[in-house]
């Protein structure tokens, strides 16, 4: 269920946990904005990794956004996510709570 709201966001997967319990994707690169480029930033990156906690009756799921730019050839640091990426990620958020509360009141 998960997997798939990943999948179709276009998010390439890197591990799921043997139970599911957790599931990462590769990084996601992206150009930086005029802003950025302005800052002297030469590129983006993200991932997600995802966090399921089953209990006997409800499962719950967070999603933790790794986000981080890149200055010339330097190390990759954390960085303050767009606001597109922020809504896709609340969006996301929203689909798998509607899909797991689906499947518990089934």
Do not use: C
């Amino acid at each position: 269920m998960i997997v798939d709201v990943l999948q179709r966001n276009t998010y390439q997967l890197r591990q799921v946990g043997t139970t599911a319990d957790i599931i990462e994707t590769e990084w996601a690169y992206s150009e930086p904005s005029l802003l950025d480029r302005d800052l002297k930033i030469t590129g983006m990156r993200y991932r997600l990794v995802v966090m399921i906690n089953h209990r006997k009756l409800l499962a719950t799921a967070s999603l933790r956004l790794y986000y981080e730019a890149q200055h010339g050839a330097g190390e990759w640091v954390t960085a303050e996510s767009t606001p597109e990426l922020t809504q896709q990620i609340e969006n996301m958020q929203r689909e798998v709570k509607h899909r797991l509360n689906a499947t518990v009141f089934q």
